[in-house]
């Protein structure tokens, strides 16, 4: 049977639309030559997929934190650095007490109240960026800064405390060694005379010791006052005690150690030898 050149190309059609899923539909008859009506090929569409309704969002690295400041001194700590930092503290009326050179709770109270004021993390513990403030604000103290409660290390003693059984006085360091045939047995901080009253310098030795000592010419009191020049004694001081370098006495030499001098009290005989020497 010939095929006419309609016939042959709706064939092809026919076959392409198969190969794709279409849908194809003609009208009655066949290709007998007759007219035919045109041909519909319904695609099926294309089902999209749903678009994501929690996209994830794009992973963009974050700034890192910034390292915490370096801890410098926290409680427990002790040394010249703290009793430095107490000095400071002291300066800007954070500290009322020492230095004595420990990292107390006083010291740690002292330091968050100065970070709290600042906006700094109130954590007590001293950091770099804590101390680099406090340094800006204050002046490097001085060496009775550093030790106005005591605490200063005593220098070398005199050659004339090197025999025999001596109170050792140094005006430098402002020490009281108690020596026994040139060993140190005791190393207490103390206190002289100011500049209208000064204590006097020399070989002296201890005439007399009374336990509840007032003075009859201040009229205050001298407890475990042992005689050595006149009315000059070594003895326990409560203002010293309280006040540490920031006063003088009217010549004697001040204990503020009530334990150390009660001690040496009663080791410390009358005849012996007592040396004030710078």
């Known amino acids: ?28 008859g066949d290709g007998d030559g007759k007219r035919h009506l045109p041909v519909r090929i319904e695609v099926p569409k294309r089902s999209t997929p749903p678009a994501d309704d929690d996209p994830k969002p794009s992973a963009t690295p974050s700034a890192p934190s910034a390292a915490p400041a370096a801890v410098l001194w926290s409680r427990g700590d002790s040394g010249r650095d703290v009793r430095e930092l107490q000095a400071r503290l002291r300066q800007v009326a954070w500290l009322y007490d020492g230095p004595t050179g420990s990292y107390d709770d006083l010291t740690e109270r002292a330091v968050k109240g100065f970070q709290g004021k600042r906006g700094l993390p109130r954590t007590g513990k001293t950091d770099t960026v804590t101390w680099k403030r406090l340094k800006d604000m204050t002046q490097k103290p001085g060496k009775w800064e550093l030790y106005l409660m005591g605490g200063q290390p005593a220098d070398a003693p005199d050659a004339r405390c090197l025999t025999g059984r001596v109170l050792c006085i140094s005006k430098t360091s402002r020490t009281l060694r108690w020596m026994i045939d040139g060993r140190t047995v005791t190393t207490v901080p103390v206190r002289f005379g100011s500049v209208g009253t000064p204590t006097r310098e020399g070989v002296f030795s201890v005439y007399w010791k009374s336990r509840h000592h007032v003075s009859t010419l201040y009229d205050s009191p001298m407890p475990y006052a042992m005689f050595f020049s006149g009315g000059q004694a070594v003895h326990y001081s409560a203002d010293f005690a309280a006040h ?35």
């Open 244 to 278: 540490g370098y920031a006063g003088a006495s009217h010549g004697c030499v001040n204990v503020r150690d009530e334990a150390a001098i009660a001690g040496l009290f009663a080791q410390v005989r009358n005849g012996d030898k007592v040396v004030v020497h710078w």
């Open 1 to 28: 049977m010939r095929t006419t050149g309609m016939g042959r190309s709706f064939a092809a059609l026919l076959v392409l639309a198969m190969a794709c899923g279409c849908t194809v539909r003609t009208a009655d």
